[in-house]
């Protein structure tokens, strides 16, 4: 049996930037985006983009704002006109930006793979901070449609609140502490499933961290 698995009975993988490239499709979109709607701005605004969408996709993790709010503090932010732009105009914006970010999803090299095999062996879930939707069309992009999700705006609670776990364990049919919890994000994936009682493990993509859990650098070494 997989070393760093021993003992489980059950997976649950984080998605973005887990199974699928996030960050990448996110960059990508946001660029193409930016010379389509206001190309006097530069690339180099990306890393303003990017954390804007750190601060506040935290907001909404802690429970401080809903999902749609944070899309539009960004882009208030980003673009202080639009302060008092109405919501649904924000939202509008938002979806076309949505369009160029989905153009350039792309999968995490072997998660298709590692999640069928271990499907075939276990009950194998994703638990994942979004709309649903949009997370379905993910799964459906990477060939795992038919695997069980467990999305944010479908729960009472996203990541890192127990209850996010909690729900996510009871429709796999797995007591949490059976359950390993796998993704990128330290808070998310990790320290929040330690202490809502499953165990961890950090895919640590290269981005600096640390924390107290076994941790893997590719899918692949789920398996070994």
Not at 63 to 92: C, T
Request: glycine share 8%; aromatic share 8%; with cysteine.
């Amino acid at each position: 049996m997989m070393a760093l698995l021993d003992g489980a009975e059950a997976v649950l993988f984080d998605l973005d930037d887990t199974l699928l490239d996030y960050t990448a499709a996110r960059d990508a979109g946001f660029v193409s985006w930016l010379a389509e709607r206001d190309p006097a701005r530069s690339t180099k605004d990306l890393d303003a983009w990017q954390s804007l969408e750190d601060t506040h996709f935290r907001r909404y993790s802690a429970g401080e704002i809903s999902f749609g709010e944070q899309r539009r503090a960004r882009l208030r932010a980003f673009w202080p006109q639009l302060s008092g732009a109405p919501e649904a105009e924000l939202d509008e914006m938002y979806e076309t930006y949505v369009v160029h970010m989905e153009a350039a999803w792309s999968a995490v090299p072997h998660a298709a793979e590692v999640v069928q095999v271990l499907a075939a062996r276990m009950p194998v879930g994703v638990l994942t901070n979004g709309y649903h939707a949009m997370q379905v069309r993910k799964l459906k992009l990477l060939g795992l449609e038919g695997v069980p999700l467990f999305a944010s705006s479908e729960l009472v609670a996203p990541k890192p609140d127990p209850r996010a776990y909690d729900a996510a364990c009871t429709g796999l049919g797995v007591p949490k502490e059976r359950t390993v919890m796998v993704g990128d994000d330290i808070t998310n994936d990790v320290q929040g499933a330690l202490l809502a009682g499953l165990s961890a493990v950090w895919f640590d993509r290269g981005r600096g961290g640390a924390v107290a859990a076994p941790k893997v650098t590719c899918l692949r070494q789920l398996l070994a």
